[in-house]
């Protein structure tokens, strides 16, 4: 069963740290267009939930774009964290083939 991810297109212009400190973390999609990626934001509850369940590389994840009318199957390609902090700041997806 595939893990479900909404997230939102990210706002022109964003800084990432404003963004996190309202709770979102910034992620990249890449591969549903070929060689084109889409700047994301996802909740940070979710990434929260979304790393205890899933395995970079592994996990099947149902990821869905409303303002895109895009969803896809992806896996979580990487987590990148704060190496003293721990917290989370950027992940990447990768969408599988058959989306």
């Known amino acids: 069963m595939a893990i479900k991810v909404e997230s939102q297109k990210r706002p022109e212009g964003s800084k990432p740290n404003a963004l996190r400190r309202s709770g979102l973390i910034p992620a990249n999609l890449y591969g549903h267009k070929g060689a084109e990626s889409i700047s994301l934001v996802v909740e940070a509850k979710t990434v929260e939930r979304l790393l205890k369940q899933a395995a970079v590389n592994q996990t099947e994840i149902e990821l869905n774009i409303p303002e895109l009318e895009w969803t896809g199957t992806t896996v979580l390609r990487e987590v ?5 902090k721990g917290f989370i700041y950027h992940i990447s997806f990768f969408a599988s083939a058959q989306s």
């Open 80 to 84: 990148q964290s704060h190496p003293a």
